[in-house]
């Protein structure tokens, strides 16, 4: 059965803690993306990888950090830094190339407690 | 950098009324164009896109979008909606050889039976 699989749920992050969200894809495809939905914003890229081992910052990178050691994996670090990480977080991933079509995760709900 | 507005944030109407969601973009190059619609409590899922070629696409479950370039426009139409349409509906936009999908805030679709 092939998708995107973003894992937890939901997380809880306490005050001056680095969490980590999970993002696997066995669409065997090689670009994967971080965006965050806030209400009334829309969807806004964070981190994107357009191949293992490369990644690139998207508008709003600080705070995050990711990592791509894997073709079909792409973790998604919300560090202490970032203010306000109560969001909404969307893993999505394509086939290599501009402007594919992107297939999105079921999302991590992140709460700050 | 290319934006996009869609011109309602909440649309609320009658099972079997006619729907028609606006959206316009800013880049003036070539763009590939996407409606998302995202069901309470499920995953962002693609309902249509625009590369090329018939400017009219048609999507899943009965929906539609036109392309009109010299308007920079791409809005979503359904003739008939059902109460199973109530959702949020997203337009996004690639621009040129870009990577990075540019998001509308969002359309909430309330169709009461």
């Known amino acids: 059965d092939g998708g995107i699989t973003q894992s937890p749920k939901y997380l809880f992050r306490k005050e001056g803690q680095n969490v980590t969200l999970s993002c696997e894809q066995n669409?065997?495809?090689?670009?994967m993306y971080w965006y965050r939905q806030d209400p009334g914003q829309g969807l806004r890229l964070i981190y994107y990888s357009q191949i293992v081992n490369d990644f690139q910052k998207g508008d709003i990178a600080e705070g995050y950090s990711v990592s791509r050691e894997k073709k079909e994996s792409f973790p998604l670090t919300v560090t202490s830094a970032q203010k306000n990480p109560t969001a909404f977080y969307l893993c999505?991933?394509?086939?290599?190339?501009?402007?594919?079509?992107?297939?999105f995760g079921p999302g991590t709900r992140l709460l700050v407690l | 950098a290319q934006s996009v507005s869609q011109h309602n944030h909440h649309v609320i109407l009658s099972e079997a009324a006619s729907l028609e969601l606006g959206c316009n973009y800013s880049?003036?190059?070539?763009?590939?164009l996407f409606w998302y619609v995202q069901y309470p409590g499920q995953h962002l899922q693609l309902l249509l896109k625009y590369f090329s070629g018939d400017p009219l696409v048609k999507g899943i479950k009965g929906f539609e979008a036109e392309f009109i370039k010299s308007k920079f426009s791409f809005n979503l139409r359904k003739p008939s909606v059902q109460w199973s349409d109530t959702a949020e509906y997203f337009c996004?936009?690639?621009?040129?050889?870009?990577?990075?999908?540019?998001f509308g805030a969002g359309t909430t679709v309330t169709v009461r039976a």
């Open positions: 880049y003036g190059g070539t763009v590939n």
């Open positions: 999505a991933s394509s086939v290599q190339g501009a402007g594919e079509t992107q297939y």
């Open positions: 669409l065997n495809h090689d670009a």
């Open positions: 996004a936009v690639i621009a040129g050889r870009d990577y990075k999908l540019s």
